[in-house]
């Protein structure tokens, strides 16, 4: 089956399901009213751009984990620029969609030039963006959206709905279905496949620049349109808006690694994911489990392009481990040891420190395979609140949810290396709809069960110090090195790797309850970022099979030293987060700017 006649199956899908829906809707409304559809209309719009826009590097075999940094950057600065009237208006947007574009044009040179893994580039561009949307956002948090704006993009209406969004979106499906059917969509499809003769012949570079460009426009678009709504909002856009972008565009038959799918498809898979948010409410359904919903339309979505793949999974080989890896870890201990005894009140960081060991080596194991658990963050809090919710005080409800919160985590390690002997690259899409999963279950605990808290004698517990350490470092440290020695010479297990992922974010979770730490659902990189950037300072190339676990575990304890002293010195956490961002980026930019340096000379 071409891939032309595939897309028109997923779009005839897509139309029965979408009617489908909007039937059960309008007879449990009892009826709609045109509110009802312009409330439709106005929360589909935003979701509709991003998920066109997310189509086009999919379709070159990329993806866009920068879409919500992108989309809030823009929407933070028009949501608190200075417009008063139509002709401001107009200059703002045109700011923003140049502000998007040169964004994704960046990612695309980096992915193009130097044939970096999309993922490691959008996620790393991502944080960075997202570091310095929230940094703004502090000074015009909750900004009520301009006047003029909202007037300019809501104010003309037909038939009582807002003309502009739906110009906007008839506009790029109709620029999406052309596209589709050039030359260019031709190239972009075929350099998608992964074929080396398509890197050599096709313009690689000037290709990708292109998808990544309109993709970045996309999400510009996708800003201004929240500023026009919202106007400038105190959150990132994390797993939630990534879940949901990612579920409208599998609907649509696109999903990296898989197959490239319909641009106009993703508008229907967008209005799906909308649709199935306004059912809730009639339905009664509490909204806190829509992340939920959002993820069985995209586990859906992807194993609907798994039986219709025009692409084959590729698997990475680990390479053999490098043999300064222990010096590299001897050297992260020596200096955590240093730092906690030259400042005693420095405990707190040792313990955090050793917790982000553990989870590097789980993440770390699974980049090395050539994936990426997206699911950690959303498992750290899971087990976070699990064991306070549960627990209630309670050493024997410790137990309880402590083994409780295993199985889970267990249970979700195996499903994902299941998927990922089957998926491919496309396994990180995967762990993004666990992601949403397990989030809307700790946000359900967090407003059922919000009094409960850790047993008194586990909190004293972690405080206490032994030889200036604390007793959680003690315990974790010698489980991160037995780990990762493990690993490093299990070489290419996925079980063991999915597995460790998932478990050490879940005991993370335990101990930031047993600390008081803090859990942000909505901020997807609050613990991830770090435990990345250990991994590739460790060596590990992202989405590649080089590197030692055991160097992942020093680099971590080094990076978070450096951290603190950052801290020291005035650093707040967005410079912070926008600073690892940026490391990784040049980190993973290093060795092949390096090596094409060489070739050049």
């Not at 309670?394 to 299941?418: C, D, E, K, P, Q």
Request: charged share 10%.
């Amino acid at each position: 089956m071409n891939a032309r006649s595939g897309n028109g199956r997923f779009l005839l899908v897509e139309a029965v399901v979408l009617a489908a829906l909007l039937a059960a809707w309008a007879g449990l409304s009892r009826g709609l009213t045109v509110a009802d559809w312009s409330g439709l209309l106005l929360a589909l719009t935003p979701l509709a751009l991003a998920a066109m826009a997310q189509s086009v590097p999919v379709l070159a075999g990329g993806q866009g984990l920068a879409a919500g940094a992108t989309a809030l950057l823009v929407d933070i600065l028009l949501g608190s620029a200075p417009i008063a009237g139509p002709g401001d208006a107009l200059l703002w947007i045109l700011l923003g969609l140049l502000l998007g574009a040169g964004i994704g044009v960046a990612n695309g040179v980096l992915i193009g030039w130097l044939r970096l893994p999309s993922t490691a580039v959008t996620y790393a561009t991502g944080i960075a963006t997202g570091a310095l949307a929230y940094a703004l956002a502090q000074k015009g948090a909750g900004s009520p959206p301009s006047e003029a704006l909202t007037a300019l993009l809501f104010g003309p209406e037909v038939f009582g709905l807002p003309l502009v969004p739906i110009v906007a979106l008839v506009f790029t499906a109709l620029g999406g279905a052309w596209l589709q059917r050039t030359r260019l969509a031709a190239a972009l499809h075929r350099l998608g496949q992964g074929v080396p003769s398509a890197e050599r012949a096709l313009p690689a570079i000037r290709l990708r620049c292109i998808a990544y460009g309109l993709a970045g426009l996309g999400y510009g678009a996708t800003g201004i349109v929240l500023a026009g709504q919202v106007g400038a909002m105190d959150s990132m856009l994390g797993t939630p808006v990534l879940v949901q972008i990612f579920a409208a565009v599998a609907l649509a038959g696109s999903c990296p690694g898989l197959r490239g799918g319909s641009i106009p498809g993703a508008l229907l898979g967008a209005a799906i994911v909308t649709a199935t948010a306004n059912l809730l409410i009639p339905l009664g359904v509490p909204d806190i489990l829509s992340p939920a919903l959002d993820s069985a339309w995209l586990l859906l979505g992807i194993a609907a392009c798994a039986a219709f793949r025009d692409r084959q999974p590729r698997h990475v080989a680990v390479a053999p481990v490098w043999p300064y890896a222990g010096a590299v870890a001897i050297a992260g201990i020596i200096v955590l040891v240093i730092l906690t005894l030259a400042r005693p009140e420095a405990t707190g960081i040792a313990t955090i420190a050793a917790g982000f060991a553990l989870m590097t080596v789980g993440q770390g194991a699974v980049m090395r395979l050539g994936g990426f658990d997206l699911a950690m963050p959303a498992m750290t809090v899971l087990g976070g609140m699990v064991t306070v919710a549960i627990s209630q005080g309670s050493s024997i409800r410790f137990a309880v949810a402590v083994a409780a919160i295993t199985g889970v985590a267990i249970a979700v390690g195996l499903w994902h290396a299941f998927l990922a002997k089957r998926l491919g690259r496309a396994i990180i899409l995967a762990t993004l709809a666990s992601a949403g999963i397990l989030q809307a279950g700790a946000i359900a605990l967090m407003v059922w069960l919000p009094t409960g808290f850790a047993p008194p004698v586990l909190t004293t517990f972690v405080a206490e110090t032994w030889l200036g350490m604390p007793w959680p470092v003690w315990i974790l440290m010698p489980c991160a090195l037995a780990l990762a020695v493990f690993l490093d010479r299990m070489g290419d297990r996925l079980v063991f790797a999915y597995v460790a992922s998932a478990l050490s974010a879940a005991l993370f979770g335990i101990l930031l309850a047993c600390i008081g730490g803090s859990f942000r659902p909505g901020l997807v990189d609050v613990y991830l970022v770090p435990v990345v950037a250990g991994a590739v300072l460790g060596g590990i190339d992202f989405m590649g099979g080089r590197g030692s676990l055991l160097a992942a575990v020093g680099a971590v304890l080094i990076l978070q030293v450096l951290d603190t002293l950052l801290v020291g010195v005035g650093l707040g956490y967005e410079a912070r987060l926008a600073a690892m961002g940026l490391m990784i980026l040049l980190w993973i930019t290093a060795r092949p700017l390096t090596r094409q340096l060489a070739a050049a000379g």
